[in-house]
């Protein structure tokens, strides 16, 4: 229980991750104490605290802090839970009725994606991305999708040494691979992997973000990639992007 003695220090804390959360990266202790009418002092004192509960990252080179893993996962927690499933499932039907192929929503946990609805078009082969089912961002369509709307600062956190690469004994990919593919999906405005999860299977996904431009879920499709011309990829692609955006206009408005 909060005593009325804890409150106002609560509400601080509070108040510094709502201000960091509408960000668009890290920023100094200085902006926030004069950002928020707050004693420099406190703003230190609180950020140590949340720190150390793995809601905020220190940057020292950049002298700057920003949201840590436990804030994505609290995020995270909230959008499984309702809105994005329960706004999602008809956009996501209407994307499969549309292009034919099966597709899925999935929210950043950690250094996983979590898949939370999978829509399967008719005549189409299941697919590892069921309902519940973990696996590595840096792998994924989805994950790529959503890494790629964060700062790179919190990439560079979230993937700080080859050991955050290595899924089951073996090393996938390196933090210079990881940062060149997510430079080539900001510039197509879409993520694609093919092959890396399920052989002869494909994928593009965008990212669905909030006001601040946080990746709050990301939209898939998924298909045999043989199958599959580069004109009918983009096509694809494009389809998917639309749905994005369409979903971002049911969660947030606007």
């Given at each position: 229980?909060?005593?009325?003695?804890?409150?106002?220090?609560?509400?601080?804390?509070?108040?510094?991750?709502?201000?960091?959360?509408a960000?668009?990266?890290?920023?100094?202790a200085?902006t926030?104490?004069?950002?928020?009418?707050?004693?420099?002092?406190?703003v230190?004192?609180l950020?140590?605290t949340?720190?150390?509960?793995g809601?905020?990252?220190?940057?020292?080179?950049?002298?700057?802090?920003?949201?840590?893993i436990?804030?994505?996962?609290?995020?995270?927690?909230?959008v499984?839970?309702?809105?994005?499933?329960r706004?999602?499932?008809?956009?996501?039907?209407?994307?499969?009725?549309?292009?034919?192929?099966?597709?899925?929503?999935?929210?950043?946990?950690?250094r996983?994606?979590?898949?939370?609805?999978?829509e399967?078009?008719?005549?189409?082969?299941?697919?590892?991305?069921?309902?519940?089912?973990?696996?590595?961002?840096?792998?994924?369509?989805?994950?790529?999708?959503?890494?790629?709307a964060?700062?790179?600062?919190?990439?560079?956190?979230?993937f700080?040494?080859?050991s955050?690469?290595?899924?089951?004994?073996?090393?996938?990919?390196?933090?210079?691979?990881?940062?060149?593919e997510?430079?080539?999906?900001?510039?197509?405005?879409?993520?694609?992997?093919?092959?890396?999860?399920?052989?002869?299977?494909?994928?593009?996904?965008?990212?669905?973000?909030?006001?601040?431009?946080?990746?709050?879920?990301?939209?898939?499709?998924?298909?045999?990639?043989?199958?599959?011309?580069?004109?009918?990829r983009?096509?694809?692609?494009?389809?998917?992007?639309?749905?994005?955006?369409e979903?971002?206009?049911?969660?947030?408005?606007?």
């Amino acid at each position: 229980m909060v005593t009325s003695a804890e409150a106002p220090t609560v509400a601080a804390a509070l108040r510094i991750l709502s201000f960091m959360a509408a960000q668009q990266g890290p920023v100094a202790a200085a902006t926030l104490a004069r950002s928020l009418g707050l004693p420099r002092s406190s703003v230190y004192r609180l950020l140590s605290t949340l720190s150390e509960q793995g809601f905020v990252l220190h940057f020292p080179e950049a002298r700057r802090y920003g949201l840590g893993i436990a804030a994505f996962e609290l995020s995270s927690g909230y959008v499984r839970q309702e809105p994005v499933t329960r706004l999602g499932r008809p956009v996501l039907a209407t994307l499969v009725d549309r292009v034919g192929e099966s597709a899925h929503l999935a929210v950043l946990v950690g250094r996983e994606v979590v898949y939370l609805v999978e829509e399967r078009a008719p005549r189409r082969p299941a697919l590892v991305t069921d309902v519940g089912v973990r696996l590595p961002s840096h792998l994924t369509a989805s994950g790529r999708a959503l890494l790629a709307a964060l700062p790179r600062e919190q990439v560079r956190a979230l993937f700080p040494d080859a050991s955050a690469f290595t899924r089951r004994g073996v090393t996938t990919q390196t933090h210079a691979g990881l940062r060149a593919e997510l430079v080539r999906t900001r510039a197509r405005g879409y993520a694609v992997e093919d092959g890396e999860i399920t052989p002869g299977f494909s994928s593009v996904a965008v990212a669905v973000t909030d006001h601040a431009g946080w990746p709050v879920t990301s939209l898939a499709v998924t298909f045999e990639g043989t199958a599959v011309t580069d004109e009918r990829r983009v096509e694809l692609a494009e389809a998917v992007q639309r749905h994005a955006e369409e979903l971002r206009r049911r969660l947030f408005g606007g």
